[in-house]
């Protein structure tokens, strides 16, 4: 992920990209109506109209982080994704994660920060459950998402609740799942390797089943292959999933975007996914990218959507250097595209020394009266010096979080 994900500790932690599914085609019939297409419903142009750190939520993280009464409980992750569950909890997702404990600054009135061990434990992923008063309770036991196999581990990106299956009235929490194999320069963060979808019990949490919806070991170019579900939009009966490649690790200023979507409740099962091919949604066949040329317009390491009024918003690092700083949106009428922009750009605030920002999620659950919650992860540049930097200083490697308003683009 060069630009953005430069900013990755070298021992793992990035979320990386996203590409290419091959296979024949099956075009499925009897599902519900997309009636989400260019021109339809509401839809107009939408900017950012305004924006400003969430300190509270920030705040909240950092407490949770630095609270010394457990060694098994989270002190800093990055990949952060949320889901509402039913009884107004949040469960919180997380990719690389340090546990152990935090120490507090050695001369607190000194430019000194609070640290943890250099032996503390990071596990490839986490979860954080946060009580409907938005109080970070506990942390399950990690990782939730144990590695596939030798060399293999789990990212865990965006998360929805949905029926167990059509029509069912019990729950069940879904979890989109970035599986990644360790892999030489440039893929120091892993190779892609498949998209997966565990199933976790409510109100328990308990992991029940993983099932990998798309494999893709076959395709040959590692920058080309296509890892889902780095954000999803409920809409109309369907789950829109969208995904991405690596580009950047290819050294292409940006990655491309690509949607799929699945009947609600059928998250899990592999044949019901279908692809956008850049004319049709099919089954089992390769995708073709809604956003990105490869230069001014696309993606980085992972990007989030919402629908706002009628209009899908799309919250990604900016390319190039940009995109080390930098947020932007594109907006457009279908998950499909087209996707104009980019848009109004959003610095991101950024602690002093050699860090960037990168993963900006939007947190739907957590706004409300026209307020849009999203995240934004922060590390070190350099992946060679990032382990000990997050060691002494632990507020490197937590989320932060902004509340933004979008408004009609003039």
């Not at 919650?373 to 060679?384: G, K, Q, R, T």
Request: with cysteine; proline share 9%; aromatic share 8%.
């Amino acid at each position: 992920m060069p630009e953005d994900t430069r900013a990755r500790q070298l021992t793992g932690t990035g979320l990386g990209l996203l590409l290419a599914l091959v296979l024949a085609a099956v075009l499925l019939t009897a599902l519900p109506d997309d009636g989400d297409r260019e021109g339809g419903g509401t839809c107009a142009p939408r900017t950012v109209a305004s924006w400003s750190a969430d300190r509270r939520l920030t705040a909240e993280f950092a407490r949770y982080g630095d609270d010394a009464g457990r060694a098994d409980d989270w002190t800093g992750g990055d990949g952060t994704h949320s889901v509402r569950l039913p009884d107004g909890r949040v469960l919180w997702l997380f990719s690389d994660t340090y546990l152990g404990r935090v120490h507090p600054p050695p001369n607190p009135v000194g430019e000194s920060y609070a640290w943890r061990e250099a032996t503390a434990p990071l596990v490839r992923n986490s979860a954080v459950v946060m009580d409907g008063d938005g109080r970070l309770e506990k942390t399950l036991a990690a990782p939730l998402f144990p590695d596939p196999a030798p060399d293999q581990w789990r990212w865990p990106v965006a998360a929805r609740v949905e029926p167990r299956s059509p029509g069912s009235s019990e729950q069940v929490v879904r979890v989109l799942l970035w599986v990644r194999t360790a892999g030489a320069s440039p893929w120091i963060y892993g190779v892609p390797t498949a998209t997966e979808v565990a199933t976790l019990s409510l109100p328990g949490l308990r992991l029940e089943s993983v099932v990998k919806v798309l494999d893709q070991q076959l395709v040959p170019d590692p920058s080309r292959r296509v890892l889902f579900g780095t954000t999803l939009v409920e809409q109309g009966g369907w789950t829109y999933v969208f995904g991405g490649d690596d580009g950047q690790a290819a050294s292409r200023p940006a990655s491309q975007a690509y949607v799929a979507r699945v009947p609600e409740g059928r998250l899990g099962e592999p044949g019901a996914w279908q692809y956008w091919t850049g004319s049709a949604w099919k089954a089992w066949a390769r995708p073709r990218p809604v956003l990105g040329d490869g230069r001014r317009t696309g993606v980085g390491s992972a990007f989030s959507v919402v629908r706002d009024d009628g209009t899908y918003v799309l919250f990604t690092m900016a390319a190039g250097t940009k995109g080390l700083t930098t947020v932007t949106s594109y907006w457009s009428c279908s998950p499909t595209g087209p996707w104009h922009g980019p848009g109004k750009d959003l610095a991101a605030r950024l602690p002093r020394g050699q860090v960037a920002a990168y993963n900006p999620q939007a947190h739907p659950a957590l706004g409300g009266d026209g307020r849009l919650v999203l995240s934004y992860d922060v590390n070190w540049l350099e992946p060679a010096g990032a382990p000990a930097q997050l060691s002494r200083n632990v507020s490197l490697y937590r989320p932060r979080f902004v509340t933004l308003r979008l408004a009609p683009a003039r």
